[in-house]
């Protein structure tokens, strides 16, 4: 076993000492010890479950010979963290949870992890963890959130939270339903209830086989969660016995598959972030050209919110992750030879899987669309491109032209979106709030909900080299790159440059001609970092580009 290194022969006496003062047994130390990485803590409500998951956990590991050993990881409430400084440290707490883990790991020689995540950056950097210290691994999400229900029995969810702050200020809302929304959209604990980012990269784990069949769908408040738990305390003790390790499941195959469910879910553009993040400590690496590749073949078969009006229990119900991986198979559009945390093949684990409601989850041959949820744009206001979440826009805004709005912050924009200061056919400009810029790339919800709150996301378009919540919906074009910081295309846009964006076409131009751009670069100044001590400044001295996953070099 891994472990013997700290519990067994002679050399080890003085680390079995320290083992014995927490209360473990010779036999329990006879036992591959099994790390249960935990993301408990009472500020995230995704999160505030999690200790029961762990018992669960615990409780599957012992039963099938293991001997349990937890230790916590940080978890960011993006919906709390939205709107002000509390943001910038969300993006970079997945490096931070990435780290830990591994040194947790690594320091403790545990046989196997069981990682313990729900909401947005908790997934993705227990991922790099995976693949960076490759033993067995398995993962066991906290479930989402049931959708709220308003007192007229309409279902709503928190992104109908953020643009009722619109509404309000637009005048369609009063103070009394405002507070409606406020007590009625997050009903459960869980991650928040639509396909947002936390709920996309659950489901996730289950497309590119590092969980167990509805570890993205099953509720939290359901019995089934708890079963799963257990489920996957058990399974970790089979992959240990084969020596079944992140790497031999997560490949290049097994990536393709997950951004082919991706398009076909319509998850959240933060996907197109963490998903490169994850492959390169696979050492592999994924590109934008390849996620239009694979979206240009993917019909978008889901649309839960913000892009419809169905929630993540309509999608369990309909027979989940695997029921959307069924159809997909069946056109040839994944690869079902790929191994997963099952120890057996995709194939065999869609064996018998049915979608039990046709219109919940389309087959492919009646999608929403043709081509799936997400669009890479590219032009020279994005040389190395940007990303929008063509799910979630309206027909109307799929081919737009209009004047630049333009903002060095999203405090800067969200105050004049407010003030009434956006109209109809303008092309909001939000800059310096990239990887570097930021720094720590904050998410746009305030804004974009604002916008459509306000009613103008049939007219208006918002483009940043921030990135946006998995709520967010409308025209809504993030991770512009280079960023403005890098001295990227969008550093140059001035007032009332005309923007044009061709969604189909996966383009967006700034038509300014080469030599104003040559003349405008010349005399850019790059200004001083927004913040220069402590972990962000770090950070913004290692992050790379946003196309790139922002990973840290």
């Given at each position: 076993?891994?472990?013997?290194?700290?519990?067994?022969g002679i050399p080890a006496a003085p680390n079995r000492s320290l083992l014995y003062a927490l209360g473990y047994t010779k036999e329990e130390l006879s036992r591959p010890m099994i790390g249960v990485v935990c993301?408990?803590?009472?500020?995230?409500?995704?999160?505030?479950?999690?200790?029961?998951?762990a018992e669960a956990v615990k409780a599957g590991i012992r039963a099938a010979g293991g001997t349990p050993v937890e230790f916590p990881a940080i978890a960011v409430c993006d919906g709390i963290a939205m709107g002000?400084?509390?943001?910038?440290?969300?993006?970079?707490?997945?490096?931070?949870?990435?780290?830990?883990?591994?040194?947790?790991?690594?320091?403790?020689?545990?046989?196997?992890?069981?990682?313990?995540?729900?909401?947005?950056?908790?997934?993705?950097?227990?991922?790099?963890?995976?693949?960076?210290?490759?033993?067995?691994?398995?993962?066991?999400?906290?479930?989402?959130?049931?959708?709220?229900?308003?007192?007229?029995?309409?279902?709503?969810?928190?992104?109908?939270?953020?643009?009722?702050?619109?509404?309000?200020?637009?005048?369609?809302?009063?103070?009394?339903?405002?507070?409606?929304?406020?007590?009625?959209?997050?009903?459960?604990?869980?991650?928040?209830?639509?396909?947002?980012?936390?709920?996309?990269?659950?489901?996730?784990?289950?497309?590119?086989?590092?969980?167990?069949?509805?570890?993205?769908?099953?509720?939290?408040?359901?019995?089934?969660?708890?079963?799963?738990?257990?489920?996957?305390?058990?399974?970790?003790?089979?992959?240990?016995?084969?020596?079944?390790?992140?790497?031999?499941?997560?490949?290049?195959?097994?990536?393709?598959?997950?951004?082919?469910?991706?398009?076909?879910?319509?998850?959240?553009?933060?996907?197109?972030?963490?998903?490169?993040?994850?492959?390169?400590?696979?050492?592999?690496?994924?590109?934008?050209?390849?996620?239009?590749?694979?979206?240009?073949?993917?019909?978008?078969?889901?649309?839960?919110?913000?892009?419809?009006?169905?929630?993540?229990?309509?999608?369990?119900?309909?027979?989940?992750?695997?029921?959307?991986?069924a159809e997909l198979a069946g056109a040839g559009l994944l690869d079902t030879s790929v191994l997963t945390v099952t120890g057996k093949t995709l194939a065999d684990n869609l064996q018998g899987v049915v979608n039990?409601?046709?219109?919940?989850?389309?087959?492919?041959?009646?999608?929403?669309?043709?081509?799936?949820?997400?669009?890479?744009?590219?032009?020279?206001?994005?040389?190395?491109?940007?990303?929008?979440?063509?799910?979630?826009?309206?027909?109307?805004?799929?081919?737009?032209?209009?004047?630049?709005?333009?903002?060095?912050?999203?405090?800067?924009?969200?105050?004049?979106?407010?003030?009434?200061?956006?109209?109809?056919?303008?092309?909001?400009?939000?800059?310096?709030?990239?990887?570097?810029?930021?720094?720590?790339?904050?998410?746009?919800?305030?804004?974009?909900?604002?916008?459509?709150?306000?009613?103008?996301?049939?007219?208006?378009?918002?483009?940043?080299?921030?990135?946006?919540?998995?709520?967010?919906?409308?025209?809504?074009?993030?991770?512009?790159?280079?960023?403005?910081?890098?001295?990227?295309?969008?550093?140059?846009?001035?007032?009332?440059?005309?923007?044009?964006?061709?969604?189909?076409?996966?383009?967006?131009?700034?038509?300014?001609?080469?030599?104003?751009?040559?003349?405008?670069?010349?005399?850019?100044?790059?200004?001083?970092?927004?913040?220069?001590?402590?972990?962000?400044?770090?950070?913004?001295?290692?992050?790379?580009?946003?196309?790139?996953?922002?990973?840290?070099?």
């Amino acid at each position: 076993m891994r472990s013997d290194v700290i519990k067994s022969g002679i050399p080890a006496a003085p680390n079995r000492s320290l083992l014995y003062a927490l209360g473990y047994t010779k036999e329990e130390l006879s036992r591959p010890m099994i790390g249960v990485v935990c993301s408990h803590n009472e500020i995230v409500p995704g999160h505030m479950n999690l200790d029961k998951i762990a018992e669960a956990v615990k409780a599957g590991i012992r039963a099938a010979g293991g001997t349990p050993v937890e230790f916590p990881a940080i978890a960011v409430c993006d919906g709390i963290a939205m709107g002000h400084v509390g943001m910038k440290y969300s993006l970079v707490t997945r490096d931070l949870i990435a780290d830990s883990t591994e040194a947790m790991a690594m320091a403790h020689q545990f046989d196997g992890l069981v990682m313990i995540p729900n909401c947005d950056k908790n997934v993705p950097g227990l991922l790099m963890a995976a693949a960076r210290v490759n033993i067995p691994t398995i993962f066991v999400s906290g479930g989402p959130m049931m959708a709220g229900t308003m007192n007229d029995g309409r279902r709503t969810c928190l992104s109908h939270m953020f643009e009722a702050v619109g509404a309000y200020y637009a005048g369609k809302l009063d103070q009394s339903g405002l507070q409606e929304y406020e007590e009625n959209a997050c009903p459960t604990c869980g991650s928040c209830s639509g396909m947002y980012t936390a709920n996309s990269m659950n489901c996730l784990t289950e497309a590119i086989g590092m969980g167990l069949k509805g570890n993205g769908t099953i509720p939290a408040v359901w019995s089934a969660r708890l079963r799963l738990a257990k489920h996957a305390g058990m399974q970790i003790m089979d992959l240990v016995a084969k020596n079944i390790r992140p790497r031999d499941i997560m490949t290049e195959a097994a990536f393709r598959n997950a951004e082919t469910v991706d398009m076909a879910l319509g998850c959240s553009t933060n996907t197109m972030l963490h998903l490169p993040a994850i492959a390169h400590e696979c050492g592999i690496e994924l590109s934008f050209d390849m996620s239009n590749e694979i979206s240009d073949r993917t019909p978008n078969l889901c649309h839960l919110a913000p892009a419809g009006s169905t929630y993540m229990e309509d999608l369990e119900q309909a027979g989940g992750v695997h029921a959307v991986m069924a159809e997909l198979a069946g056109a040839g559009l994944l690869d079902t030879s790929v191994l997963t945390v099952t120890g057996k093949t995709l194939a065999d684990n869609l064996q018998g899987v049915v979608n039990r409601d046709p219109e919940m989850i389309r087959p492919v041959t009646n999608p929403w669309s043709k081509s799936g949820g997400i669009a890479v744009l590219k032009g020279n206001l994005a040389p190395d491109g940007c990303v929008v979440k063509q799910a979630a826009v309206a027909p109307e805004m799929m081919q737009h032209t209009g004047p630049a709005r333009v903002f060095d912050s999203e405090d800067e924009a969200i105050a004049a979106i407010y003030a009434g200061k956006i109209v109809a056919g303008d092309v909001v400009v939000i800059r310096y709030e990239g990887p570097k810029g930021g720094p720590g790339m904050r998410e746009m919800l305030n804004p974009t909900s604002a916008i459509a709150g306000m009613g103008l996301d049939k007219d208006v378009a918002l483009i940043t080299d921030g990135r946006f919540s998995g709520a967010t919906r409308g025209a809504s074009i993030g991770h512009v790159s280079p960023e403005a910081a890098s001295g990227g295309t969008i550093a140059l846009v001035e007032e009332g440059d005309m923007i044009a964006i061709d969604i189909p076409a996966h383009t967006i131009s700034l038509q300014v001609s080469d030599e104003e751009l040559a003349r405008r670069r010349a005399n850019w100044i790059c200004p001083e970092p927004k913040i220069k001590t402590g972990y962000l400044a770090r950070y913004a001295k290692l992050v790379s580009s946003a196309d790139r996953g922002a990973i840290l070099e």
